[in-house]
């Protein structure tokens, strides 16, 4: 179920681009609009869904499994820190939920351009990308030295 | 050199006959580049579509009054104000661009047409200056900092694609306009023709380019923001309600 992108309503502010875990929401060369450049590798995490303040992104089901019209709508309120779902069913009905979202407000969290590009030695490093200070702790565990073992005679 | 009608002394090696046929040019060059790109991209239909849609799927009708308060609503913050961007620096640079460029085609059409032979007011051509250059100052903020290519997908600010045709044209017009005004007040007759022809290139370039450059935003982005207050307002919309605003609580 790969998005897609309202054109008319999308802005190009790239809020998309930033948050797409997959990076394959792109700016267009010739509308500066977003877009989904591989839809196949989309995961439907509603990232970008719930990220776009102009609600400009949806997500469309296969025909397969979801046809006759049925709908799945985000709403993110970062005022009240909620995000509202509005889900229409194949038969109609309509239902819509609310729930929080976090404690700290949006946007206050650093986006990866933010940070310092690791260096080409962070290649064979354990750690993921900023890790310890991105977690908060001084330093993670690591596995004592491995004991020599020598040759049985 | 800011007070004084650029246009006026134009009289040196061209007729003002000759800037007012090509202004009228260019209004129907735009015009008809908005109509040509409407049924191109079939953007008309999409939005008469949409507006059938929203009607079939009203909860509530709306009476005349609602529409034209809608319509104010949309001019005042959509329009006039550049509400929709939810980025405050791309709010402003939206902004000067906008009120910088309705500044510079009003005193431009103003000089040409009302003052080419006699005496300008002042004022016009200081309008004239301060558009051009909020235009330039909004233009180049958003070209090589704000802009998503640059901002989000981090290519290079010099990197060219087709969206870029119309702030690029822009920029080079307002810029070699103004460029063209100080060679103008230094009184050297090649530069001045030299400099004049960019201006006019570029600005051709700007109103020709309508059907294939971002020139039509201006019409339909007030025209999508219409709609979307229209959804909201007679329950059509396919997005969620918040839940402080739902019926019953």
């Known amino acids: 179920m790969p998005t897609f992108v309202y054109m008319t309503q999308c802005d190009g502010c790239g809020q998309c681009v930033d948050i797409c875990p997959s990076d394959i929401m792109h700016i267009d ?10 839809p196949n590798f989309c995961w439907e ?3 970008c869904v719930k990220a776009c303040p102009m609600h400009a992104i949806d997500v469309r089901g296969y025909s397969d499994f979801a046809p006759l019209g049925h709908k799945v709508r985000v709403l993110r309120d970062e005022d009240e820190n909620m995000i509202y779902w509005k889900i229409k069913y194949r038969d109609g009905r309509v239902k819509e939920f609310s729930f929080p979202i976090r404690t700290t407000p949006w946007g206050s969290i650093k986006s990866p351009s ?31 030295p491995k004991k020599k073992t020598g040759v049985m005679p | 050199m800011f007070i004084s009608n650029p246009f006026a002394e134009l009289v040196a090696f061209l007729p003002p006959l000759f800037m007012q046929a090509y202004i009228v040019l260019m ?37 005349g009054m609602d529409n034209v308060s809608l319509a104010v609503r949309t001019l005042l913050k959509e329009v006039l104000t550049s509400g929709e961007f939810h980025n405050a620096r791309r709010r402003i640079s939206h902004l000067l661009l906008f009120y910088g460029f309705v500044l510079y085609l009003v005193s431009t059409i103003v000089m040409v047409f009302g003052y080419s032979t006699q005496t300008t007011v002042a004022l016009w051509p200081a309008l004239w200056n301060i558009g051009a250059l909020m235009v330039l100052a909004g233009g180049c903020w958003f070209f090589f900092f704000i802009r998503v290519d640059v901002a989000k997908e981090g290519n290079s600010p010099f990197r060219l694609v087709r969206a870029d045709l119309f702030i690029v044209s822009l920029l080079l017009s307002v810029a070699f306009a103004l460029l063209w005004e100080i060679v103008q007040t230094g ?15 570029f600005s051709t370039l700007l109103f020709l380019g309508v059907p294939w450059s971002k020139f039509a935003h201006m019409f339909y982005k007030p025209a ?8 909201t307002a007679n329950g059509s919309s396919d997005l969620p309600t918040p839940a402080g605003r739902r019926e019953g609580r």
């Open chain 1, 45 to 47: 995490c509603y990232s």
């Open chain 1, 114 to 144: 933010d940070y310092e590009a690791p260096g080409a030695d962070a290649l064979s490093s354990p750690l993921l990308a900023h890790e310890p200070t991105a977690l908060n702790v001084d330093s993670l565990p690591t596995l004592p």
């Open chain 2, 187 to 201: 009184g050297n007759l090649t530069a001045t023709i030299i400099f004049f022809i960019f201006y006019i290139s």
């Open chain 2, 224 to 231: 999508a923001a219409y709609q979307r207050r229209v959804e």
């Open chain 2, 27 to 63: 209004i129907v060059a735009v015009a008809s580049g908005t109509i040509f790109d409407v049924l191109h991209k079939r953007s008309g239909e999409f939005f008469a579509r949409q507006r059938a849609k929203s009607k079939a799927a009203a909860k509530r009708q709306l009476s």
């Open chain 1, 29 to 38: 060369t010739t509308y500066r609009r977003a877009y989904n450049i591989e």
